[in-house]
């Protein structure tokens, strides 16, 4: 472009892209404009809050009134998409001359006070998005939106825009000295007879020497975007005030901005002014096959030296990617965490009130079971893992004592299971649920990819910095991009203003497989929430805000029953002690459950949405969510008082052992977080004890199935009863003392249950019916060799009456198909009994 047509096309620009700020009202709904001049206000409230940015919407430029204005809107869009770096500075100069016609004297008076170089214009909301692996060359100049996860910022450094210099020989001082990605200093002196070109002194108190803040941002394509057999690509990002510290490691961001070339610093710089390192890197290149790639090369003593380029991004708009999930798809997301106000709509509003208070066909609220149902709807069965999923996403409320000590509010979540149940696509469907979720592999991470490690730049200073692992890409959320335009128009109802507690999820695949030595580094990021490193000169304590959902595969591939769950997994007490939630996922042979799975799967081939559709859709389950993190619930003193009777119960429970580690206070400190996400989904204020009595099922109720150390056969199963006599007068006391609990060690149970159902088999297919009175009296046959005294006879006889009752009454693996002929519930013995028809015969450990 020739200089007269650049000339004139920037100044066209400018007196357009003014008259369109001047001018624009928004359209409303019935076709007509608003009364306000919408970017003279906004001007008003960025001057207000001692901001320098005006933030433009790319559709408001398409709707300007074409009446008011005097030039085609589709031209000047496509002007500035086209050679946005061409005509940013003009952009940027209008929006003083906008500032200067305001007519309030307070606002003059603080524009007055702010440098006019600062002021920028940004634009945002245009129509596509470029991958990071599309950037190419043609791209240069124009404006353009990548998408992409933030790796690695840099910390906020003063740049030198416009320098002036003095000349050290003759004292002159030159000005406006533009600088090319590092101190560049006037070629030579123009003073008559003075030559200087190396001996300058920086101006740097200048009124023509013009500073700003620049942060480095690492950019990395989105593993949707990143081909089969390739790796993910990074792009350089510099965004310069405003735009600094708007993102974190671990945010999945949207950048508006431009493609630049900027040269490679270190071809720019002179020999004594590498380091070694640098330098011999460089000298390495002396195949003269080679010398295409070293650029240009120039004369030393005109200050040009050898030219390589390579590309960056400058980036003017950052905002959160509000599409992470629902790109490429046509469902919609919404972020759960995100720390935007929440405006819901009275039809919102009522629905998610009536999910609330949802009850069941007996008449209980069951708003939990309803949600968790919504939970991955790809995988049929395992409410009870759903829900602990749902109360992982909810999460407690954080808090911090008054010695400051901060007590964390996430919930980790653990899943042992046997191959293909589910364990990998529920981990998967997490990852996909948040944006802040990172999905890694037990096998292939180690302690510092997990926490964190001390790397060198690869800039010139060789400064160490920080690496981020996984569980801190997944703890901060990003700092909200500063703007003008609300994201919903019009009313609404708006939730509590409160932010949220925690952050991500990190999800490990295959626990067990990371080595003893990198899973004790994460003691600390599970509990205190923390990681400290004290590595390579840098002492720091670092964040690590994130639930932990992990799944493991039993040590001998599948479940043992007959073993505790401690035994079952290759984990040390101290890590299973830091899971909120354990739960068993088991494949149990079943007819009934095996047909449900089946069907479900072949309806999610044949997409049959109708069948597999959850009770909630997943844009609602996000929402309601969100909604439901605005609520900081107080326990309530019912409440209060039955959680210290639950911890109790548990404490006197000596069979429920987590593990090696026992029952611990940890266990009281997680059922106060399940208490709390409980009585967040419900919308309680309050934890009230319904809450903490649902938590504490949850928190048992797999453990019930793992911990089988021993089974208790004692009263709440059936009491010893003698049969054919009634004492009523016999004092309470004393038929407390007559009550005894029986138990029984699994294996035993397992061994006694095993032998009742065959023989009832071997009896049915016989065509013989046998009642209780028949089995009980068989068994005894059948061990009467290894009894020795009458005592023993009792006590096995009324031992194996207890295990019938169960195998009946909780178990249900055996029917009866007759009562008793007299109808005496004391004298069950005239029952006639069958094995279920569902239950193989040597499937008892599976119940």
């Given at each position: 472009m020739d200089p007269h047509t650049r000339s004139h096309l920037v100044q066209r620009v400018q007196k357009y892209f003014l008259e369109f700020l001047q001018t624009f009202k928004r359209p409303t709904e019935d076709g007509g404009r608003e009364d306000d001049l919408?970017?003279?206000?906004?001007?008003?409230?960025?001057?207000?809050?001692?901001?320098?940015?005006?933030?433009?919407?790319?559709g408001h430029l398409e709707q300007a009134d074409r009446d008011v204005v005097s030039f085609e809107p589709e031209d000047l869009i496509a002007v500035i998409h086209s050679k946005y770096m061409v005509v940013r500075d003009a952009v940027n100069a209008a929006l003083p001359q906008l500032l200067s016609n305001l007519e309030?004297?307070?606002?003059?008076?603080?524009?007055?006070?702010?440098?006019?170089?600062?002021?920028?214009?940004?634009?945002?909301?245009?129509?596509?998005?470029?991958?990071?692996?599309?950037?190419?060359?043609?791209?240069?100049?124009?404006?353009?939106?990548?998408?992409?996860?933030?790796?690695?910022?840099?910390?906020?450094?003063?740049?030198?825009?416009?320098?002036?210099?003095?000349?050290?020989?003759?004292?002159?001082?030159?000005?406006?000295?533009?600088?090319?990605f590092k101190v560049t200093t006037p070629p030579k002196c123009p003073t008559k007879n003075c030559g200087n070109t190396t001996n300058w002194s920086l101006l740097a108190e200048s009124r023509s020497t013009r500073w700003g803040d620049w942060q480095r941002v690492r950019l990395q394509e989105n593993e949707h975007e990143v081909p089969a057999g390739s790796m993910p690509q990074t792009m350089d990002v510099i965004v310069r005030d405003d735009c600094t510290e708007k993102c974190k490691a671990g945010d999945k961001i949207?950048?508006?901005?431009?493609?630049?070339?900027?040269?490679?610093?270190?071809?720019?710089?002179?020999p004594g002014e590498l380091k070694a390192t640098v330098r011999r890197s460089l000298n390495t290149r002396s195949d003269p096959s080679y010398a295409a790639g070293e650029g240009i090369r120039g004369l030393k003593s005109v200050g040009n030296r050898d030219l390589t380029y390579k590309l960056a991004f400058f980036g003017t708009y950052i905002d959160e990617d509000s599409d992470w999930a629902s790109r490429g798809s046509?469902?919609?997301?919404?972020?759960?965490r995100s720390e935007e106000k929440m405006y819901l709509s009275q039809v919102d509003k009522e629905r998610f009130e009536q999910i609330s208070e949802h009850v069941n066909v007996s008449g209980k609220r069951d708003c939990l079971d309803l949600l968790a149902r919504a939970v991955a709807p790809s995988i049929s069965g395992y409410l009870e893992v759903k829900k602990g999923i749902l109360l992982m996403l909810v999460g407690g409320v954080k808090k911090s004592t008054m010695e400051g000590i901060q007590l964390r509010g996430d919930v980790n979540v653990c899943l042992l299971g046997d191959p293909a149940t589910g364990k990998s696509e529920m981990l998967r469907w997490v990852s996909k649920f948040l944006p802040r979720a990172v999905f890694t592999s037990g096998k292939s991470s180690t302690a510092a990819g997990l926490t964190a490690s001390v790397v060198k730049d690869n800039d010139l200073d060789n400064e160490r910095l920080i690496e981020p692992g996984a569980l801190m890409l997944a703890e901060p959320q990003m700092q909200r991009c500063w703007c003008f335009d609300t994201r919903y128009d019009g009313g609404g109802v708006e939730s509590e203003d409160t932010m949220p507690d925690d952050n991500g999820v990190c999800c490990i695949d295959e626990f067990e497989l990371m080595d003893i030595k990198d899973m004790v580094a994460i003691h600390e990021a599970m509990e205190q929430q923390t990681i400290t490193l004290s590595k390579a000169g840098i002492q720091a304590t670092l964040n690590a805000r994130c639930s932990i959902l992990a799944s493991v595969?039993?040590?001998?591939?599948?479940?043992?029953?007959?073993?505790?769950?401690?035994?079952?997994?290759?984990?040390?007490?101290?890590?299973?002690?830091?899971?909120?939630?354990?739960?068993?996922m088991q494949d149990i042979r079943d007819e009934t459950q095996d047909l449900t799975v089946a069907k479900h799967i072949v309806a999610s081939h044949r997409r049959k949405d109708d069948e597999v559709a959850p009770p909630v859709s997943h844009l609602d389950l996000q929402r309601y969510i969100r909604l439901a993190r605005t609520f900081k619930p107080k326990i309530s003193p019912e409440g209060s008082a039955l959680l210290v009777k639950c911890y109790k119960k548990l404490r006197e429970d000596r069979s429920y052992t987590r593990g090696g580690a026992g029952v611990t206070v940890r266990q009281l400190e997680s059922l106060i977080r399940l208490s709390e996400a409980i009585a967040r989904v419900y919308l309680s204020e309050w934890v009230r004890p319904e809450h903490v009595k649902e938590a504490f099922e949850l928190q048992?109720?797999?453990?019930?199935?793992?911990?089988?150390?021993?089974?208790?056969?004692?009263?709440?199963?059936?009491?010893?009863?003698?049969?054919?006599?009634?004492?009523?007068?016999?004092?309470?006391?004393?038929?407390?003392?007559?009550?005894?609990?029986?138990?029984?060690?699994?294996?035993?149970?397992?061994r006694m249950g095993q032998m009742l159902l065959r023989h009832l088999v071997d009896q049915a297919a016989a065509g013989q019916v046998v009642t209780e009175g028949d089995l009980i009296t068989w068994y005894m046959e059948q061990v009467e060799p290894e009894l020795v005294t009458e005592e023993q006879l009792f006590q096995r006889q009324h031992l194996v009456q207890l295990v019938v009752s169960r195998m009946i009454d909780k178990d249900r693996v055996i029917l009866v198909t007759e009562p008793a002929k007299e109808g005496d519930p004391l004298q069950p013995e005239g029952r006639v009994l069958e094995k279920h028809p569902n239950v193989p015969v040597d499937s008892l450990d599976r119940i």
């Open positions: 919408y970017y003279v206000s906004q001007a008003k409230a960025m001057v207000r809050e001692n901001k320098k940015t005006l933030y433009v919407k790319m309030d004297p307070d606002l003059q008076a603080e524009v007055e006070k702010m440098d006019e170089l600062k002021f920028t214009v940004a634009f945002y909301d245009l129509a596509t998005y470029s991958g990071i692996r599309d950037l190419r060359t043609e791209k240069l100049g124009r404006l353009v939106t990548i998408c992409g996860t933030v790796t690695r910022t840099t910390d906020i450094k003063p740049e030198l825009l416009v320098a002036t210099w003095k000349c050290n020989e003759c004292r002159r001082e030159i000005s406006g000295v533009s600088q090319e949207q950048i508006t901005g431009s493609l630049i070339v900027v040269p490679d610093v270190p071809t720019l710089m002179s046509e469902e919609k997301s919404e972020n759960i595969l039993p040590k001998n591939t599948y479940y043992q029953a007959t073993l505790p769950l401690h035994k079952n997994c290759e984990l040390s007490p101290p890590i299973m002690s830091r899971f909120d939630l354990f739960f068993v048992i109720s797999s453990l019930r199935q793992s911990e089988r150390e021993s089974i208790d056969l004692g009263a709440e199963d059936l009491a010893p009863t003698k049969r054919g006599r009634e004492d009523e007068e016999e004092p309470r006391e004393a038929e407390r003392k007559a009550v005894k609990r029986v138990r029984i060690t699994h294996p035993e149970y397992m």
